[in-house]
């Protein structure tokens, strides 16, 4: 009984915690990194490293910073008289030609030991994640009060706003435009924004999957849906993407497509909605020629291409109508504010009142828990 409580490295103190790759208990940190548990633990600093590296949400140059600070503390050490640095040269020279996209097990294999253990260090402590500067969006812009923000850099960060955009009333020729084409657009500029988050602004660097993840968060530009409403428009969306996100991350995208539409005013209220819309409509125009080229290239692939084509073939001619639908008519999509606003506040309640519940509950689990007295809860019988 009282072996099967010490830890199987140091058989000292107890055994707080088990290896998930070997099951072995151990006590903490320095136990796990003992040489006797090298094998196991090398193999999840491996894990972790191939996994970041790997990650094709983040891009080539976070991947270098992740590298140069390894050889930043690497450098700091050696300057400190760490006589246990290892004497390999720099990581910059080491890693020099090699595809950081692609050269992952390269990599890896000419990190030292102590730059994997450090590697792993950060990525636990939350140090991997100060090196990605969080993107400020085009639309934050303009209400910026602390950063002192000119004008020419705004109109560089905002979207250009295409030149031939197609005429509604040729579009339309025998009838109105509906009314719920305002909700339509409300549906993919969340879409929009999603998507612009979720890559941290660098949506162009992967236009094939920001492309596609935009159609597929918008039921409208995927499906046809029509929503009868602004608050339906917003519940489509994060029906699509809300199993991957927090509620506090979804809110906030609410709150993005408010300042969209809202413009930055001074009878300019338009221009961020155009902006948005050019921005998905050169987006999906940019997937689509990928996706041909695919096709030609590789007719083996021609299954999944085609289908994705045809999606944004039928996505383009949808946001190429918004597009005209905006230029004539789109100050209508102020009346839609006031609703999403209500909507922004019901979601907040709602997940301030989630979050009050499950402190409640925490509490209450909290005092059902029996109290240590120091006096054993089993004993063993003789």
Known sequence: MEEARTCK????DPAK????????????????????????????YKECCMEALENHDVSSEEKQKMLEMLDR????????????????????????????DNDTE???????????????????????????EVWTPWWDLKREKIRDVSTDEIENRTPAVIEKIPDISKLLTKSKPSADIR????NALFAYVFVCRLYNGT???CPREAALKLVKGSDVLSKGSVCSSPGEAIQLSMTNIEFQQSQEFLINLVNDVIKIIRGPGRGEELIFVMAALSEILQLLKKCHSLLKKDIKVSPALSSDSQEGKQL?????????????????????????LPELRLEHGRLREELQEANEIKE????????????????????ELK
């Open 183 to 186: 909700n339509n657009v409300v």
């Open 17 to 44: 915690y088990t290896c998930p790759r070997c099951n072995i208990g151990y006590c903490g940190l320095t136990c796990y990194r003992d040489k006797v548990h090298g094998d196991c633990s090398e193999a999840f």
């Open 73 to 100: 503390f690497e450098k700091e050490e050696a300057e400190n008289g760490d006589s246990e640095s290892d004497d390999d040269g720099d990581l910059s020279e080491r890693l020099a030609g090699l595809d950081l």
């Open 312 to 336: 944004l073939f039928l996505a383009i001619k949808k946001v190429e109508f918004y597009l005209g639908w905006s230029q004539k008519c789109g100050m209508i999509l102020q009346s839609v």
């Open 106 to 132: 390269l990599i890896w294999n000419r990190l030292t030991e102590k730059e994997k253990a450090r590697f792993n260090e950060m990525m636990k402590n939350g140090q991997l994640s100060d090196l990605v």
């Open 9 to 12: 490295i140091c058989h000292k």
């Open 203 to 205: 949506h162009w660097d």
């Open 360 to 379: 409640s509950i925490e509490r209450n689990l909290s005092n059902l828990r029996p109290s240590n007295t120091g006096r054993k809860l089993v004993e």
